[in-house]
Nanobody, 128 residues
Framework: QVQLVESGGGLVQAGGSLNLSCAVS????????MAWFRQASGKEREFVAA????????YYADSVKDRFRISRDNAKSTVFLQMFALRPEDTADYYC?????????????????????WGQGTQVTVVS
């Protein structure tokens, strides 16, 4: 079983930055597609960003494009989400997710049902 542990959340002022990390157990992390989703209080979980196993393809929600950056370090079995120019509407619990069918690309990586393994989440609060 794959375990995912997010870290790096916290409280930040609008316009600030945060860096999230997700450490993944398992010896085949390098074959997984990875993603970040978020869920604000009272709202449905929404896609934020995704990255293919080889980092060649990255996908972003329109709401975070140009402000967030997803990356991964396969040697450390970790995926990152750098968040810049944060806004109050970015406030949410952020979850990382793994797709062990690592061959998927495109819009499939932007939907929650694609991912079979999820972390517990890390809270991000942006105050104005």
């Amino acid at each position: 079983q794959v375990q995912l542990v997010e870290s790096g959340g916290g409280l930040v002022q609008a316009g600030g930055s945060l860096n999230l990390s997700c450490a993944v157990s398992g010896r085949t992390f390098s074959t997984y597609a990875m993603a970040w989703f978020r869920q604000a209080s009272g709202k449905e979980r929404e896609f934020v960003a995704a990255i293919t196993w080889n980092s060649l393809n990255k996908y972003y929600a329109d709401s975070v494009k140009d402000r967030f950056r997803i990356s991964r370090d396969n040697a450390k079995s970790t995926v990152f989400l750098q968040m810049f120019a944060l806004r109050p509407e970015d406030t949410a619990d952020y979850y990382c997710a793994a797709d062990r069918q690592g061959w998927r690309i495109g819009r499939q990586l932007m939907t929650a049902p694609t991912y079979g393994d999820w972390g517990q989440g890390t809270q991000v609060t942006v105050v104005s």
